[in-house]
């Protein structure tokens, strides 16, 4: 029988222009990792190109809201100055062209004749500002009120960056009662080599990534389902 609870399937959808940022606390590593290595898989099983997935880590998930903020704006720079640098570059191959390229400076045939294969830079990667940031956290509980805190802050902050800057933040916050429920969670249950057990959540993360990336990217172009 399916299960009841849980996402259902996942949709598909083309992951392939997408550029989704990951940010990870390192507290409980054994788990953050195996969270991390999940999204990316289902990441990568949706289109996303490996060179588009970026990560980046912080000390724990008290700083992931901040940090998702400032990981959006910086990717925010990085796309205004790679447009700029593709633009001057154009440019001054046009300027190029009509100065260089044809027989005299008053011949602007030069311009017209084709040209060569520019040379590929080996980078291939997406420069634009991400389509969706994935904050992944375990919180365990302790002894004191540490986890409460931290659960409510950490929600409401990656709640309302979500809402300030209008792209998804996927929330990849586990917040569980012992490492049992964290290792089960992240599918390391009973070990981490095959005989591990347990439904890896970042899978989940990866799927809703993906799907909010290329739904929101549509949305903003007053495109709907139907
Ligand atoms: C302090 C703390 C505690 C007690 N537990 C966790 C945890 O289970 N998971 C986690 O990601 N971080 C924890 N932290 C660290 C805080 O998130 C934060 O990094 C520090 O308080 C410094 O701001």
């Known amino acids: 029988m399916a299960a009841l609870k849980g996402p259902g399937a996942a949709e598909t959808h083309d992951g392939s222009k997408l550029r989704i940022g990951i940010i990870h606390a390192r507290w409980n590593t054994t788990i953050i990792q195996a969270l991390v290595e999940g999204t990316k898989k289902s990441l990568k099983a949706q289109g996303v190109k490996e060179e588009n997935i970026v990560v980046e880590s912080v000390p724990g998930a008290y700083e992931l809201p ?12 990085q796309g205004a ?6 633009g001057v570059a154009s440019m001054a191959s046009g300027i190029g062209d009509l100065l260089g390229g044809s027989a005299s400076q008053t011949d602007l045939q030069g311009s017209l004749q084709p040209k060569e294969p520019e040379k590929p830079t ?32 950490v929600s409401h902050g990656l709640m309302r960056v979500q809402l300030d800057l209008g792209i998804p ?5 586990l917040t ?11 599918g390391l ?38």
């Open 66 to 77: 901040l940090s998702v903020q400032r990981f959006y704006a910086a990717s925010q720079v």
């Open 81 to 86: 100055t790679s447009a700029v640098a593709g």
């Open 122 to 153: 080996g980078d291939t990667a997406l420069k634009h500002a991400f389509d969706a940031i994935i904050a992944i956290g375990v919180l365990i509980k302790g002894e004191t009120m540490h986890f409460e805190y931290i659960a409510d802050a």
């Open 169 to 173: 933040v996927i929330f990849g916050l």
């Open 176 to 186: 569980v009662l012992n490492e049992g429920q964290g290792l089960a969670r992240a």
């Open 189 to 226: 249950q009973g070990g981490t080599g095959a005989e591990a057990k347990g439904h890896n959540h970042g899978e989940d993360w990866g799927n809703a990534a993906v799907e909010l990336g290329v739904k929101r990217r549509a949305w903003t172009e007053g495109k709907l389902a139907s």
